[in-house]
């Protein structure tokens, strides 16, 4: 590749993550088709195929043939597998599920976690209190749980979360957001992940899974009790 064509490649993907972050799909979200998506980039459809294949390289996008790319990792459990679990699960399950595994996943991280990494989950935290809208907070929330989860320095860990993920963002949470477009500025997430990600930068291994734990124990409380009418 010269030069000129290679400073295109790195232009054309430059374009694809500004489109991402910019708008309102979150993980799991289909990408529009390649025709439609390069002339909203500006960008041939070759050029775009390159782009698409580098972000996929990085766990940022994946593909399904037959149903398009999609926001996120591929998880490890087939699409068809996905919806087996969704139909067979609850929000109760999910999060007993998670409250087994992500304070180790935690603890995990604080002893692993490069400084790159914990450099990526400050820029998300940040993101997400910076968020319009509630998907895009939910995007940064999971692009934070995620980089907590690569931190572990386990792939195979990395790819049971993503199909847990995968699972927990299909159950319909039944969420109460009246009049509410994005999260409150006191939204109890912005503090608890700051604690988490402390806890991890200080190698602090039992505070990072003691407020792994409390993190999520405020998230099932908060959306079981919303189920229920609370």
């Known amino acids: ?66 149903k398009g790319t999609f926001i996120g990792t591929r998880p490890i459990a087939t699409v068809s597998d996905i919806d087996a679990m969704v139909r067979r699960t609850n929000p109760a399950e999910v999060m007993r599920t998670r409250l087994l595994i992500e304070p180790e996943v935690a603890r995990m991280a604080a002893l692993n976690a490069t400084p790159a990494q914990i450099a990526e989950m400050r820029a998300c935290m940040t993101r997400s209190r910076a968020a319009a809208t509630w998907r895009q907070y939910e995007s940064w929330d999971n692009r934070l749980h995620r980089t907590i989860a690569e931190a572990t320095q386990n792939a195979l860990l990395v790819s049971l979360l993503d199909t847990l993920g995968a699972v927990r963002r299909a159950v319909a949470w039944g969420r109460l957001r009246v009049n509410k477009v994005k999260p409150e500025p ?45």
């Open 1 to 66: 590749m010269d030069g000129a064509a290679e400073g295109e490649g790195i232009e054309t993907v430059a374009r694809l993550r500004a489109y991402i972050e910019g708008s309102q799909l979150t993980v799991d979200s289909r990408l529009p088709p390649e025709r439609e998506l390069s002339r909203a980039l500006g960008v041939s459809r070759a050029g775009l195929r390159q782009a698409l294949a580098v972000l996929e390289s990085e766990g940022q996008i994946w593909r399904h043939v037959g």
């Open 186 to 230: 006191d939204h109890h997430s912005f503090a608890e992940h700051e604690e988490i990600v402390a806890a991890i930068a200080e190698r602090d291994r039992e505070r990072a899974a003691e407020t792994m734990r409390r993190h999520l124990e405020t998230v099932e409380r908060k959306l079981l009790g919303e189920r229920r009418g609370a």
